[in-house]
């Protein structure tokens, strides 16, 4: 199947190069869970700790990416995990993942939109935070009107900063560790401070496993930009192949680094939330290095990978959105487009719910937009588990339909192990997150229905579907390799 005849299914136009699907890939997977939460994962589980949750989260990621180039390069799609899902495993399942994708950005946007207010308080104490927000959500959206080459180019540049700053702090820190910067070598010393270098044993490691896995959420945006792709078939697999060494050079080095300089019992690691921006790792390394202007530079840092993460939200929500409405799973207005290409009314719609679920934040002291908040908190691993299952589908009925492996555009590697892998290990990140509701003597209720609430309201998307439908299960040898897929 060509990708052209796909790509006249889409009705997208291709805008997005090379540079930009690498730098889309990239800026997914840096941002305030390398910046902020890295203090506080060294913190809970000592930077020994923190470096194994890290790696294995890393490894588990790297395989849903090979998974996902695989799918990618055979059938570039806006639709991405919704048309992978509905092709090789069953409708239902597509239209859940399609809706549970939608929902998190959409309400993500929200949230970047709130976090970009108190940011910017750090110049502005005394502003207006709906002024603020406005003008953000107007900026995201003018982006995304545009073209999609404006998404692309802005994300390109976004993802640029983010490099810049990681690279400079790499260099710096390494310098401080060989007293080369900032005073007296510190060597390994503390790698080996109080019970160092594993601290909190089994549960701390755990724990940081979980704060991994939320950090490395939107690196899955790749599947959704390949529909828009001008050649997915090289510039997918490039970005795909690159997303290993990004993770081990930009993550696991910047732990590395932090956990060497910083010794874990640091109290101020722990303060790890957007307003304590003076005690982000980075902010705290670049002072001790001299640099007094670090807090300024590192609030000015996460501000635009804030804002690259609503720019990214908007985009890739609106644009499943719009695939659903092609599919007949959505409302067929939402299916349009302008004359430039662009899903107006899907972006439009994703637009009044970001910015709806940002106004229910101002009121009521932001109990809805804290049940809207935490409903999307497991919807980034529902959709990882999708990816693993959907390429272990397609790679069984592309064999089970004689076809050749051969003529695969990009070809995972490590396949059934990466997809089973990824699929475990996820799972066992989900289920790891109801074990602080067990810890304090007694059961937390409140806090297992906060963690868990995007899983029954998944199912009811699934289950409703698959009942109202009647929808199977595709037996292997009936799964579509080209056309549209069934609803």
């Known amino acids: 199947m060509s990708t052209k005849k796909v790509a006249s299914v889409n009705n997208l136009k291709p805008g997005l190069k090379a540079r930009h699907m690498t730098m889309i890939a990239l800026g997914g997977s840096i941002g305030t869970g390398l910046f ?12 020994g700790g923190a470096l194994l949750a890290y790696t294995a989260v890393g490894i588990m990621v790297y395989f849903l990416m090979t998974s996902l180039g695989e799918l990618a390069t055979y059938m570039p799609d806006s639709g991405s995990f919704e048309t992978y899902a509905s092709r ?29 207010t108190l940011i910017i308080k750090y110049w502005f104490p005394e502003s207006s935070s709906l002024m603020w927000s406005v003008l953000f959500l107007a900026i995201i959206l003018g982006i995304n009107v545009l073209s999609v080459k404006g998404y692309g180019e802005s994300e390109y540049w976004f993802a640029m900063i983010k490099i810049a700053v990681v690279v400079i702090f790499l260099v710096i820190g390494v310098l401080m560790i060989f007293g080369i910067l900032g005073g007296k070598a510190v060597g390994f010393s503390n790698f080996t401070t109080g019970d160092a270098p594993f601290h909190g044993g089994f549960l701390g490691i755990l724990g940081v496993f979980m704060a991994a896995g939320f950090s490395f959420q939107g690196t899955e945006m790749i599947g959704v930009a390949a529909g828009e792709s001008d050649n997915p078939r090289e510039h997918v697999p490039r970005a795909i192949r690159q997303v290993f060494w990004r993770i081990l050079i930009f993550y696991i080095l910047a732990i590395l680094v932090i956990g060497l300089l910083i010794p874990y019992t640091n109290p101020n690691l722990l303060k790890d939330g957007i307003e304590n921006i003076g005690v982000s790792p980075f902010t705290l390394v670049f002072e001790k290095a001299g640099l007094a202007f670090a807090a300024s530079v590192m609030n000015a840092v996460i501000l635009s990978s804030v804002l690259s993460a609503g720019n990214s939200g908007m985009y890739a929500s609106s644009r499943v959105l719009y695939s659903l409405a092609k599919r007949g799973k959505a409302p067929k207005f939402l299916g349009k487009l302008n004359r430039h290409g ?59 339909q004689g076809l050749d492996l051969n003529d695969l555009p990009y070809r995972a590697r490590w396949f059934p192990f990466g997809p089973i892998f990824a699929f475990v290990l996820c799972f066992v990140v989900i289920l790891g997150q109801s074990m602080p509701a067990f810890t304090g003597g007694s059961i937390d209720w409140y806090g297992l229905i906060v963690t868990y609430l995007s899983i029954p309201l998944f199912l009811i998307l699934w289950l409703g579907y698959k009942w109202s439908k009647k929808s199977k299960m595709i037996p292997l040898k009936e799964c579509q390799f080209d056309g549209p897929p069934r609803r």
Do not use: K, Q
């Open 36 to 47: 902020l939460a890295s203090g506080g994962a060294i913190a809970t589980a000592g930077p």
């Open 88 to 116: 090789y495993v069953d409708p239902s399942l597509g239209f859940a993942m399609g809706w549970n994708f939608w929902y998190n950005w959409a309400i993500t946007i929200a949230a970047e939109l709130s976090a970009a």
């Open 342 to 400: 662009i899903p107006m009314n899907a972006l439009l719609m994703t637009t009044l719910v970001g910015m709806t679920a940002f106004l229910a934040s101002l009121f009521g002291d932001g109990v809805v937009y804290t049940w809207l908040l935490n409903a999307s908190g497991m919807c980034g691993f529902i959709t990882w588990l999708g990816i693993a299952i959907s390429h272990y589908r397609f790679r069984r009925a592309y064999v089970a």
